[in-house]
């Protein structure tokens, strides 16, 4: 499961105003928290709220995890979630982008430097850092790969082409995706300790398959953010020098284009399931359900024939159908409470 595959809308972006009303409301319920555990709990309710507004498909297979695992997803989520809304969609110019990204990422140092949530808020670290550095602390996550990360978003704020495919993935998808896969392994854990490097192995291969199906949906929305995730190589095979997602005259190319890089992530998405008795019993239904729906999405992509032209999504009812009847009652519920 990737929590920076996101799905929002226009109509559900908070704005930079937003987020620092959240912010600030987060915090002040959790520095009025008696305790430890309460200021997790205040802090929590926010990070779902993020979630909840930003994606749909995440959101409902992250229903199916254990209680605490859950908040903890939601905690990564929120830390990812904010970045990704500085680079796309906050009205700065790059440069005020890049600044922001360096108080977040000097405030990330000053989290996992903190020994409690107390502290971490204490020092000024904003309430949804100080809630995922709690949790790269107490799952032992790598600091280096929140740094892959925002070294990742920093990217997309001065972008430039892949030549490969290989390049992609080396250069932005491992910070943009993979490594949230990591940290998310850290949250599941494995079947036993034996099982860990494969179940990170399977975290990569849905990191991957999960970033390429989003590119492969968003070809015309990144273009108009001065973006191109498609290899050039692969372009280039179809002749297409310079893309334009708006021309009708490249669809039936950029079809086969989007085909080949959904039959790479198809391998992917299948390569994570192979392996997923690696990880922790209690975890493999969320993220099967989530190899599913995005796996659907994937195989909408490649059977479409109309390009960058339409954008495609997995209806409500098809994401139903991959989860277990029995579960169906979390997620209304899940929507109810607040």
């Known amino acids: 499961m990737n929590p920076s595959a996101g799905e929002r809308s226009p109509q559900d972006v908070w704005g930079r ?37 930003y994606t749909t498909s995440f959101f409902i297979v992250s229903r199916f995890l254990p209680r605490a695992k859950r908040e903890e997803v939601e905690a990564v989520y929120a830390a990812v979630r904010y970045p990704d809304e ?20 000097a405030h990330y140092e000053a989290g ?31 600091e280096r ?3 892959a990360f925002l070294d990742a978003m920093r990217l997309d704020i001065r972008p430039r082409p892949f030549k490969t495919l290989d390049d992609l993935i080396r250069s932005y998808v ?39 199906t989003n590119f492969l949906r968003d070809v015309a929305e990144d273009q108009r953010r001065g973006r191109v995730y498609l290899p050039v190589d692969a ?5 297409i020098e310079a893309l334009d ?27 994570a399931e192979r392996h997923l008795d690696a990880f922790s019993p209690d975890c493999r239904l969320a993220i099967q359900a ?27 009812r098809e994401k139903f159908e991959v989860l277990p009847p029995s579960k169906y009652w979390r997620i209304p519920l899940a929507y109810l409470l607040r």
């Not at 020994?115 to 032992?140: M, Y």
């Not at 021309?247 to 790479?264: G, K």
């Not at 989530?290 to 409500?316: D, F, M, Q």
């Open 86 to 105: 500085v680079v796309d969609t906050f009205p700065l110019d790059p440069q005020a982008k890049l600044r922001l990204l360096a108080e977040w990422g």
């Open 290 to 316: 989530c190899v599913k729906v995005y796996g659907r999405l994937n195989e909408r992509i490649a059977a479409s024939a109309g390009g960058a032209a339409r954008r495609e999504s997995v209806p409500l």
């Open 17 to 53: 105003d937003a987020w620092a009303r959240n912010e600030r409301r987060a915090r002040g319920h959790a520095l009025r928290a008696g305790s430890e555990a309460a200021a997790w709990r205040a802090l929590n309710r926010e990070a779902r709220r993020v979630m909840r507004t």
């Open 174 to 212: 491992y910070g943009s995706a993979v490594v949230v896969g990591y940290f998310l392994t850290h949250v599941y854990g494995a079947r036993d300790p034996h099982s860990f490097t494969r179940a990170l192995g399977s975290a990569r291969d849905l990191g991957v398959a999960l970033q390429l």
């Open 112 to 142: 996992i430097a903190s020994t409690s949530l107390q502290e971490a808020l204490s020092r000024g670290v904003p309430a949804h850092l100080a809630g995922f550095t709690r949790v790269v602390r107490e799952r032992d996550i790598p």
């Open 145 to 147: 790969h929140y740094r």
């Open 235 to 239: 372009l280039r095979a179809e002749g």
């Open 245 to 271: 997602a708006e021309d009708p005259r490249q669809q039936a190319p950029l079809a086969r284009v989007l085909r080949r890089l959904a039959a790479y992530a198809a391998e992917r998405y299948a390569s």
